[in-house]
C-alpha cells in the first residue's frame, strides 16, 4: 500500500495517471479521498482496462475519526480484488497522510510500503507561511518517505536549488525527486511486492472497482476549511470566465472541476492553483465519458466563497 498525499494543486492526480499508463503489469487499485461534495478527481483517474471504476471517497478528510469506514472498505477491497498487487489511497488535498497510513495499516493484509507527498515547487514554502494551510502543508511533508518536487518547469534552477535544501531540512530522512508534470519512473514509487518477482507474468490490466462514498469529513482539518459546488446553468464565455479566474480573493486556495466552454459546450478541465494560476484544458467530447459536473471551491475557513457562485454565473453565455 501506498498513501499519496500532498497540498491542493500540487499535482497528485497527474502522478496518479503517470503511474498507470506505466508498463508495469501490476494490478493496482486506487482509492480517491476528495475534499467537497464533488469527487473531481475520481473522474479524472485513468483506468488502463477502460472502465471508469475507482473507490469513490468522496466529502472529506480521511483522518481518525473516520477510521472505521476507512477500515471496512479495505477489508472490502480483499473481497473485490483478491489477485490485487498494490492499493494507492489518495487523500485529499488537506487530509494528512500519516494518519491514513496508520489507519489503513490495520484494516486487512496491507504493507504500507511509503507515504508519498507532492509538492508544488513554486508554491510550496509561501504556503507554509499561510496562517490558514501552512500547518497543513508541513505536516504533509513531516510524513513522507518520498517528496516530489513537481511544477520545476515555472520556476528558476536558483528557486529550484532553494525549495531542494529547504525541502531536506523539513523531512530529513525523506527522498526527494523532482519532476515536470509529475513524470516520475513508476519504479521510484512502487517497488513491487511480488515474492516470485513474476511481474511480467501478471496480467497488464489494472483492476477497479467502485465503493459508496464515505460521510461528511469530521475532523478539526475538515473544518479549517470552507467548501462550495459551483455549478453552470449554461456554458461559460472563454473570455469572462479568464477573467473571473484572474480576479479570485486570497482567501480562495483551489478551484477545480469539469465545465463547459463557447457556443459548442466544449467540455474542459478548469484549475486554479494555490499559486493563483489556472488552466482551462480543452477535453475531447467523448473522453472517458466526461461532460459538465461542475466546480468544487475550497477556501479558508470562514471566508465568504459562497460568493463565488454568483461570480462565475456572470461569466456564464
Known amino acids: 500500500m501506498t498513501v499519496l498525499g500532498g497540498f491542493l494543486g500540487s499535482g ?26 464533488l469527487n473531481v478527481d475520481a473522474s479524472l483517474i485513468e483506468s488502463t482496462n477502460g472502465a471508469q ?19 471496512s472498505a479495505l477489508l472490502k477491497v480483499e473481497d473485490l480484488v483478491p489477485e490485487l498487487d498494490w492499493l494507492i489511497i489518495e487523500g485529499s488535498g488537506v487530509s494528512d497522510p500519516r494518519k491514513i497510513a496508520q489507519i489503513g495499516q490495520v484494516g486487512g493484509n496491507f504493507l ?7 509538492v508544488d515547487a513554486g508554491s510550496v514554502r509561501q504556503m507554509v507561511q499561510d496562517r490558514y494551510v501552512g500547518d ?31 525541502l531536506s531540512e523539513q523531512a530529513p530522512s525523506a527522498l526527494i525527486f523532482e519532476s515536470v508534470q509529475a513524470q516520475v ?24 472497482k467502485f465503493l459508496q462514498p464515505f460521510g461528511a469529513p469530521r475532523d ?6 470552507s467548501t462550495q459546488t459551483i455549478q453552470q446553468a449554461a456554458p461559460y464565455d472563454e473570455t469572462k470566465l479568464k477573467s473571473v479566474m484572474r480576479n479570485l480573493p ?47 471551491a475550497i477556501g479558508s475557513s470562514g471566508s465568504d466563497i459562497g460568493s463565488l457562485a454568483q461570480l462565475f454565473r456572470s461569466a456564464e453565455i
Open 220 to 225: 478539526n482539518t475538515a473544518r479549517s476549511f
Open 12 to 37: 497528485k492526480t497527474t502522478l496518479l495517471n503517470n503511474i498507470l499508463r506505466a508498463q508495469h503489469g501490476l494490478r493496482i487499485l486506487v482509492m480517491v479521498n476528495d475534499f467537497g461534495s
Open 53 to 71: 471504476d475507482v473507490i469513490n471517497l468522496t466529502n472529506g478528510c480521511v483522518c481518525c475519526s473516520m477510521g472505521g469506514e476507512l477500515v
Open 112 to 118: 504500507l510500503k511509503s507515504i508519498v507527498t507532492v
Open 136 to 166: 497543513v502543508v508541513l505536516q504533509q511533508i513531516e510524513a513522507a518517505d518520498l517528496i516530489i518536487s513537481n511544477k520545476l518547469d515555472l520556476i528558476s534552477n536558483e528557486q529550484r536549488i532553494e525549495t531542494s535544501n529547504w
Open 250 to 296: 486570497d482567501s480562495v486556495f483551489r478551484i477545480k472541476g469539469i465545465v463547459t466552454v463557447g457556443s459548442d459546450a466544449q467540455p474542459c478541465l478548469l484549475q486554479y492553483s494555490p499559486n493563483q494560476q489556472f488552466e482551462l484544458q480543452a477535453l475531447v467530447q467523448n473522453q472517458s465519458g466526461l461532460s459538465s459536473s461542475g466546480l468544487v
Open 185 to 208: 519512473a513508476w519504479e521510484v514509487l512502487l517497488d513491487h511486492p511480488l515474492s516470485d518477482g513474476s511481474v511480467a507474468q501478471k496480467e497488464a490490466n489494472d483492476g477497479f
